[in-house]
């Protein structure tokens, strides 16, 4: 009967868990059963043997599904013929690369028909489909893997997916010449086998691109499509591999979007869109005959050129491909920000940290822990104490019970009234210890409770704070990604809960229960106490190998859980360009093999686990077998009574379950353990560039005078690699400065380190005669505004996107949005919205176009009203006559106030004050655009190649 009350308070104790499981569980099936419109798993649809490559768009009608007030296209018809490059080109929005989801079908038409070779695209078989298609996005995604694995996923699902090794390399290789990636690889110390990051990070723009481009045309598809493909390579570069594309598109299909419309002056046809509607096309020459809309974009992108540099301009083609010894310049230049991923890389990848150290490398102990949790707490120890409290008595309430149970036995042995009236008072007091169990059980569970859901809350408050407030340096670090940090949040925080919960509340239970019924034995009989706790050191001894066990397991697991919760944020964060290269099943297998490892061990552990379980359920009734052994011969020698030796009988029967139970909950006290370390190291972390710091200097306007004095800088991470070598520039109040040069010269370096992401090596960097390493952080950071090349929009409205770049405490009005969108040239298609202002923009600003994304976070960047504006290729999503308005807005943005600006599109940054051509990590040409035309050096060169003259 005992024993079953224990077990029904052990289930009790779990229903929350049970509960939680049942839910999680409900929504999992749901998710498993849900069987999409689309869907990649189908394993219908035909397979035509050959391809062609002609695609027919047939009144084609289109909107998005969570858009569905809003047209995107509006009976499209047109042909691309079989091995012809048809190029789309027009406003941001106009529905280019609609088309491309289309074809790709990641979504199917509202009315009208897609046909590739004559074929519905629907009744062919999915997989199929995508697999006769490589895609190269305006963003290129790259996986957290090595260079050779990243350009091999190109080959997912093709007939040369399970080519040999030696083979497979040869053909990643050549590959990654057609794609100019090659020689930049082979100067790396791991060379194809180097790592590029999460999401590609250690990587330039451009290197990006090129290894994207790579991977889309290894499995030589038959349709390439090109989604604004180079558009962040820098001038050389982009010659260079626009040179390998259209090597690459012979002999096949090739649909191509460009805002740079250098790149597709050769196009077999040109197709001009405006709001989801065909407004022109024909070749290149034909268009600028028509002296049209498409005229118009090629007049706002020319750049001016002095009549010098005219008489010496050789046609466009002549500058294709650049002399070998300028090719070299470029790859060096590139090599000295990728190199950053040398053996220091690859030695950080192989590193395995210990797992108690944390964030901040210091080692913790339990005590060190348990003082932390509970100063955390704090605000609940009230709570927390009154849950204590009623855990201890309701531990006691068992020894008593044993009591009380030898005192009703006992009364057995007796007759009569005296047999009636001591049954009623024993019976009685098992009533009255009913009701208090009733009562301590409800104080312990809701005093632990209550104290568990608020310390949860905040440790996820405080380590998503701390996570925000880590410098940047922080994240460049492989064990920081987003999966890792995100099954932190979450993961970490639930065990922590879950054991200073019901876990912590019946654990203090069983110890306060254990070493009751020793003391209440000691009292009754210690002779028999005596003789049935030479059981309880095996009770120790098996608990204590449980803990080492289950201990030893969570070191060994942890790291496996956070790669494959990883490789599952990477899986969906990148959905498109996993559905793209058809990598579903690939990424599935890639993360069940993940957990493969601590599968292993859980079976392991499992095994030599239950040993030791065993033992301790074996121990209750090898004590219940001493017990009755030894207290038949005491009862027989008339030393012990009936209540005697059941007393002590119960209660040390209650203390060894109870030291079972005890160590049954080794795993959470393991898994609490581990999660503390992980949590609290972050918390007590205090970056180099802090943040929540209030020391520094504060200044409460700026003119924006900002010089560079021989900056040299290497990432935190890759010690070892100069980036910047003597970097020295001047930018005056007011002035309009732009940064140009090769990818990987240290352009966005130079960005980064004017808004403090990282400190110098050496030299400084001032801001009105203020070295801002003295500076406060978040008061340099209030006087500048970023735009990036990449634009990140949260899952919210257009409106909270854009004030999320107001200053603490601005008041901002809805005129002030408006002017700002204006400027921005964004607010006529925002109101043009069925929810104006109020619109979501989908996770990433998925539910816009690349330049309204940018639009957007333009006039983000200028809600603040800026000293000084930050722009790393802020116009690079923006088609010609976007870029054009949006550049004006930008300059008449720009007067009384400084503006650096990054920009591959020389058209952008034309008329800047001052220009600083970056090379080798330094400054190699400066001055005016005229200026630098007359010095016919790298900035010459860089004009020539981006000219849209008439094609030969």
Known sequence: MLIGSHSLTLLSSNLQAINFAVGAGSKIFETIDRVPSIDIASNTGDKPENVDGRIQF???NFIYPTRPDVKVLDDISFDVEPGSTVALVGSSGSGKSTIVSLVLRFYDPI????????HDIKSLNLTWLRRQIGLVSQEPILFSTTIAENVSYGLVGSTYENLPDKEKRERIENACKMANAHDFIMDFPDKYETMVGE??????????Q?????????KDPKILLLDEATSALDTQSESIVQNALDNASKGRTTIVIAHRLSTIRNATKIIVMNKGVIIEYGTHKELMDKKGYYSRLVETQQIQQTSKAEENLNTLDSFITPPKDEVNTIKDNENQQITRVLSNESQLSKQKPDIEMGYNGHHYNAWELIKKVTFINRPELPMRFLGIIAAIINGCIFPIYAMIFGGFVQTFSETGDTLRHDASFWAFMFLLTGVVSFIVNFIQNVGHEFSSEKLAERIQSMYFASILRQDISFFDEENHNVGTLASHLSLDVTHIKGFVGSVLGNLLQAMAMVLASVIVSFIIGWKLTLVCLCAVPFLVIGGSIRV??????????????EYSAQIACEGTDNIRTVAALTRENDLWEKYHNSLNEPMRQGFKNAFLASITIAFSGCITFLVNALAFWYGSKLFMNNEYELKQFFTVYMAVINGSVSAGRIFSYAPDVSKAKFASVTIISLLERIPTIDIWSKNGEKVETVKGHIKFSDVHFHYPTRPNIPVLRGLNLEIKPGQYAALVGPSGCGKSTTISLTERFYDVTSGTITIDEMNIAKMNVNNLREHIALVSQEPSLYDMTIKENILFGS???????????EKACREANI?????GLPDGYDTQVGQKGTQLSGGQKQRIAIARALIRSPKILLLDEATSALDSESENVVQNALDAAAQGRTT??????????????????IKDGKVHEQGTHQELLKLQGVYYKMVQEQGLGESN
């Open 807 to 817: 200053l603490p405490g601005q008041k901002i009005t809805q005129d002030d949005i």
């Open 827 to 831: 607010h006529d298609f925002i109101v």
């Open 199 to 208: 999401r590609g990070t250690l990587l330039s723009g451009g290197q990006k």
């Open 58 to 60: 047939k009144n084609i």
């Open 210 to 218: 090129r290894i994207a481009i790579a991977r889309a045309i290894i």
């Open 111 to 118: 009315s009208g028909d897609v046909f590739i070779d004559g």
């Open 548 to 561: 080492k066990m289950v201990d030893g397991f969570q070191k060994k697991t942890k790291k496996a859980y």
């Open 900 to 917: 650096l600006a990054i920009a591959h599109r020389l058209s952008t940054i034309q008329h800047a004050d001052v220009i600083f051509v």
